[in-house]
């Protein structure tokens, strides 16, 4: 089964009534997610079990070998929470994120255990870092009835962003895009990156989620956001600090990514964390939802960073009030969708440009870049409405391409209260 929708579809509130469902008849829904950060995340909105992808094969005799590769050996048999059962659904979310490999050996682990696989996830949102692609095989070669396409957003407190979020996914009519955000002021263009930093810091200062492309861009953000909490946050003087190998200081009351997933020590690459305490051994105590974890000064000092701005990569799947990004000359379609889809209540891009048309020219060009491949029929669709937009007029009675069509039926689904917030925008033409 493949349950693919568009970021705040949904897709969790359906796993959660899945999980139920399946309860009810003496079933387990077991998630497991490309990495342990979104597993937990997974885990904590539906009640179900959840696991790293790598867990559950490591678990199952998979091991990575010298050559980069996973490969079956030696199996003594997994641990209880590890062992599916016929009649189990493995969820694979955030599919499209997953690599080849690991998939292969999922798919391997449930057949062998009879249970069922669905895979979850958007393949507009970011691929995998290995050899990917996985959804794309999983919608070619499911069952049609077996996959189930979300299409009506819920996630947003203004509802004209619905549908403007759904012209990102797709990259459609980004001019237009550009100008409705702009009029709303959900698109910022600063003279400098020096001014984008510092506008970017105080938001970030005062608790809004920042993200940038790089990890070199949200070392420098980090830094200025930290600059600023010193200036506003009583608790961030005075107190004891740990200097990390990679130069950052904490102390109490920094937000920190951990960056290195250690089981006994109940922590996962990319969660994040308050820091509540720091050891005159240093040692450092944090604290998440409620949950205190001490770490040992050699973990905090090798695998602890600042996390008032991350990458792109670091916020999929999260959803926060209000979020921002740095949009360059290297974000991609995938990257700047992502981060645009962030916050519920705001989501405001960031550019450096000297004139409104340069921003503009940005903003199209970065959701043209490294656009998802999503097959022969959809890239005929793209080139056709191009062809209707900017070339002759030759076939002035021809029906509309088939994106055009769909996306007027999507529009009209969302509703004539939420198109009335799309002024300047070609809705249902």
């Known amino acids: 089964m493949v349950v693919e929708g568009a970021a705040g579809a949904g897709k969790t509130t359906v796993l959660r009534s899945v999980r139920q469902q399946l309860a009810y008849h003496g079933r387990r829904l077991v998630v497991v997610t490309p990495t342990m950060k979104a597993a937990d995340v997974a885990a904590r909105e539906t009640g179900a079990e959840g696991h790293s992808a790598a867990w559950l094969i490591y678990q199952h005799g998979w091991r990575w070998d010298d050559d980069g590769h996973w490969s079956r050996q030696s199996d003594p048999g997994p641990c209880e929470s590890a062992a599916l059962r016929p009649g189990d659904l493995l969820v694979v979310d955030e599919a499209g994120m ?45 069952d049609p009835a077996a996959v189930v396409t979300l299409e009506t957003v819920r996630r947003f407190t203004d509802e004209a962003y619905a549908i403007l979020s759904l012209r990102m996914r797709e990259g459609y009519r980004s001019d237009e895009v550009f100008d409705a955000l702009l009029a709303s002021g959900q698109i910022v263009v600063h003279p400098s990156d020096v001014e984008r930093t510092a506008a970017l810091a105080r ?25 600023q909490r010193t200036d506003v946050d009583p608790l961030s003087g005075g107190r004891p600090t740990v200097t990390t190998s990679r130069g950052e200081t904490l102390t109490v009351g920094d937000r920190i990514a951990t960056r290195r997933n250690d089981p006994d020590l109940r922590v996962a690459n990319r969660q994040t964390w308050t820091v509540t305490g720091v050891g005159g051994d240093g040692s450092v105590t944090l604290q998440d939802r409620g949950r205190d974890q ?49 916050g519920r209540a705001g989501n405001t891009a960031h550019l450096v440009a000297e004139t409104l048309e340069d921003a503009k020219q940005q903003w199209i060009d970065a959701f043209a870049r490294n656009r998802s491949d999503l097959g022969p029929a959809r890239a005929r669709d793209a080139a056709l409405e191009d062809i209707e937009r900017y070339g002759p007029a030759l076939r002035p009675e021809a029906p509309p391409p088939a994106r055009e069509r769909r996306h007027r039926e999507r529009e009209q689904r969302h509703g004539p209260s939420r198109q009335s917030g799309l002024k300047g925008l070609s809705v249902g033409r």
Do not use: W
């Not at 970011?126 to 070669?141: I, Q």
């Open 203 to 227: 938001l970030g200062a005062a608790g809004d989620l920042v993200m940038a492309d790089t990890r070199e861009q949200v070392a420098d953000l980090n830094a200025a956001i930290r600059a």
């Open 294 to 342: 001490v770490v040992p000064a050699q973990y905090a000092r090798g695998h602890v960073e600042l996390a008032y701005a991350t990458t792109v990569h670091g916020a999929q799947g999260e959803t926060v009030p209000r979020a921002h990004v740095a949009l360059t000359d290297s974000t991609g379609a995938a990257a700047a969708y992502v981060s645009m889809t962030r």
């Open 98 to 142: 997953l690599d080849q490999e690991t998939a292969r050996a999922l798919l391997t682990v449930a057949d062998e255990a009879g249970a069922r696989v669905a895979f979850i996830g958007d393949r507009h949102q970011l691929p995998a870092v290995g050899r990917g692609g996985v959804l794309d095989h999983a919608v070619a070669y499911a």
